[in-house]
């Protein structure tokens, strides 16, 4: 299995870039992980937040391969302990699943289109956090869930 974690726009922050890079450089010794960027979407400050969420998702979906498994990482989904989410991730790798795909939104979220694609929704936290800062937690929280997986002692409850 691979994990994608797609998102829209650079990382502009470079503690944070810096950070999910020393993360995605530990996680492939573990798991094959792709970071990738999708664009910003042009013209964005002239748009709706509607319309701009409808474009966005149009890039993420133009991002997806027909059998993955879609998980948005959404304020209203699931919330989980680190050792949860290492379970989750067992779970899919153990499943056969080809590409378990995490999408980080835009500032407005998801279109409807997103959320009918989306296996499910994640919450890292019921607080709000920028989108870089996201990233950076995510990657760190798919390491952690691989050390887990090998009893290896990076987590400690």
Same mark, same amino acid.
């Given at each position: 299995?691979?994990?994608?974690?797609?998102?829209?726009?650079?990382?502009?922050?470079?503690?944070?870039?810096?950070?999910?890079?020393?993360?995605?450089?530990?996680?492939?010794?573990?798991?094959?992980?792709?970071?990738?960027?999708?664009?910003? *979407?042009? &013209?964005?400050? +002239?748009?709706?937040?509607?319309?701009? @969420?409808?474009?966005? #998702?149009?890039?993420?979906? =133009?991002?997806?391969?027909?059998?993955?498994?879609?998980?948005?990482?959404?304020?209203?989904?699931?919330?989980?302990?680190?050792?949860?989410?290492?379970?989750?991730?067992?779970?899919?790798?153990?499943?056969?699943?080809?590409?378990?795909?995490?999408? *980080?939104? &835009?500032?407005? +979220?998801?279109?409807?289109?997103?959320? @009918?694609?989306?296996? #499910?929704?994640?919450?890292? =936290?019921?607080?709000?956090?920028?989108?870089?800062?996201?990233?950076?937690?995510?990657?760190?929280?798919?390491?952690?869930?691989?050390?887990?997986?090998?009893?290896?002692?990076?987590?400690?409850?």
């Amino acid at each position: 299995m691979k994990i994608f974690l797609l998102a829209i726009g650079k990382t502009q922050t470079d503690y944070l870039r810096s950070g999910i890079d020393m993360y995605m450089s530990r996680i492939v010794h573990y798991i094959p992980m792709e970071f990738k960027i999708l664009p910003d *979407i042009k &013209g964005g400050r +002239g748009l709706t937040e509607e319309q701009q @969420k409808e474009k966005e #998702g149009a890039t993420m979906m =133009s991002a997806l391969q027909p059998g993955d498994a879609v998980v948005l990482l959404d304020e209203r989904g699931r919330e989980f302990t680190s050792r949860e989410f290492a379970q989750f991730v067992e779970t899919r790798m153990n499943s056969g699943l080809k590409r378990l795909v995490f999408v *980080i939104g &835009g500032p407005y +979220g998801f279109s409807d289109a997103m959320y @009918k694609r989306a296996d #499910g929704k994640i919450s890292l =936290s019921r607080m709000t956090f920028s989108h870089e800062m996201i990233r950076l937690f995510f990657v760190e929280q798919v390491y952690r869930s691989m050390t887990i997986l090998r009893g290896e002692p990076y987590h400690h409850d």
